[in-house]
């Protein structure tokens, strides 16, 4: 079993910043990329950023500049800083991380339970 959870959303004004946390842990042999998406009431899932297990970022661009993701490998645990939010940004927010659970398994999307951020204008 794969548990993947969220925290650090929660509400600020425009132009503010938040950074979010998650945690991967259960049976866990190797993860590889990690990252994070973001859905917005009414709207389809999007992605947000990603990193791979050598430190090798993807943005999107609508938050390229403003966010930071990072990754502490040792701690099975993916960031996001966020910075100079807009009300665009408020959404609930997805870890993802593509996990191993043995050396003879293939690796498999796990998502977390999502964090809502909400930015005020």
């Known amino acids: 079993q794969v548990q993947l959870v969220e925290s650090g959303g929660g509400l600020v004004q425009a132009g503010g910043s938040l950074r979010l946390a998650c945690a991967a842990s259960g049976i866990i042999f190797s993860i590889n990329a990690m990252g994070w998406y973001r859905q917005a009431l009414g709207k389809q899932r999007e992605f947000v950023a990603a990193i791979t297990s050598g430190g090798s970022t993807n943005y999107a661009d609508s938050v390229k500049g403003r966010f930071t993701i990072s990754r502490d490998n040792a701690k099975n645990k993916v960031y996001l800083q966020m910075n100079s939010l807009k009300p665009e940004d408020t959404a609930v927010y997805y870890c993802?991380?593509?996990?191993?659970?043995?050396?003879?398994?293939?690796?498999?999307?796990?998502w977390g339970q999502g964090t809502q951020v909400t930015v005020s204008s």
């Open positions: 993802n991380a593509d996990i191993r659970t043995g050396w003879n398994r293939k690796g498999y999307g796990y």
